[in-house]
């Protein structure tokens, strides 16, 4: 089956500083990749959605200067909090869509998610 | 502006039950309506999922049904289990349309707890 990896799993950082979240899809490419972020009880939120080789589509309300996200092969995409403060604290997943089940059922793989904690 | 509602956000369940949870849209525009099952601290799992062709389908204890007509889905837990304690979240991804990239649109989520 299709694998998708994050890493961290968890991370803590000091309030100002930037963290790499790094999405892989292990066994097969990746042309899209989504990064979510969920708060706790609370639903998936779209973040952006990046295309391996082009500039990644932020929605509404995201900052692109603040979630830097680079998709620079078909197995990686990474997902850089920049000057990270405490109301950045949340769950972060990501998803990579399977070149091979395009228009087929299994749709979006998801990554464990990394969970970012700023002191 | 709330595409996909679900409901309800909560529901407990007896050992051998059934749990329901519906899911309605307002977009005609969707073409794929999948369930997803997240345990806490995990990211989600593809569960079950149809297409608007398909007035249900069933795999195993997880049967989806789906009204096209009243925009409306459901997911169908028979005989649920303690493991099935978790939250799922019903989603419906947008017709092809150029540089969209077919996102997927999410409920709100339901917590389900079965009781053992």
């Known amino acids: 089956g299709a694998v998708v990896s994050q890493h961290p799993s968890w991370v803590i950082c000091k309030s100002g500083t930037s963290v790499k979240i790094e999405c892989r899809s292990l066994?097969?490419?990746?042309?899209?990749m989504f990064w979510y972020r969920q708060f706790p009880k609370q639903s998936l939120m779209l973040m952006a959605t990046?295309?391996?080789?082009?500039?990644?589509?932020?929605e509404q309300g995201v900052e692109k200067d603040k979630f830097l996200i680079n998709h620079a092969s078909l197995t990686l995409s990474t997902l850089t909090v920049t000057s990270a403060h405490p109301e950045d604290s949340s769950f972060y997943i990501c998803?990579?869509?399977?070149?091979?089940?395009?228009?087929?059922?299994?749709?979006?793989?998801f990554g464990p998610g990394t969970r970012l904690t700023v002191l | 502006q709330q595409q996909v509602k679900q409901s309800p956000q909560s529901l407990i369940v007896q050992k051998g039950g059934i749990s329901i949870i519906n899911c309605a849209y307002e977009?005609?525009?969707?073409?794929?309506f999948p369930w997803y099952q997240q345990f806490p601290g995990k990211g989600p799992a593809l569960l079950i999922a149809?297409?608007?062709d398909v007035s249900e389908k069933k795999e195993g204890r997880f049967t989806i049904s789906f009204n096209k007509s009243a925009k409306q889905f459901s997911l169908h837990i028979m005989d649920s289990q303690p493991g099935d304690s978790a939250t799922y979240f019903c989603?419906?991804?947008?017709?092809?349309?150029?540089?969209?990239?077919?996102?997927?649109?999410w409920g709100l989520g339901t917590s389900l707890a079965v009781n053992p």
């Open positions: 977009n005609t525009a969707f073409d794929y």
């Open positions: 066994d097969f490419q990746a042309t899209t």
């Open positions: 989603a419906a991804r947008a017709k092809f349309n150029a540089g969209n990239n077919r996102k997927l649109i």
């Open positions: 998803s990579a869509r399977d070149l091979r089940t395009s228009g087929k059922q299994q749709y979006q793989f």
């Open positions: 990046s295309n391996e080789g082009s500039k990644a589509t932020y």
């Open positions: 149809i297409r608007p």
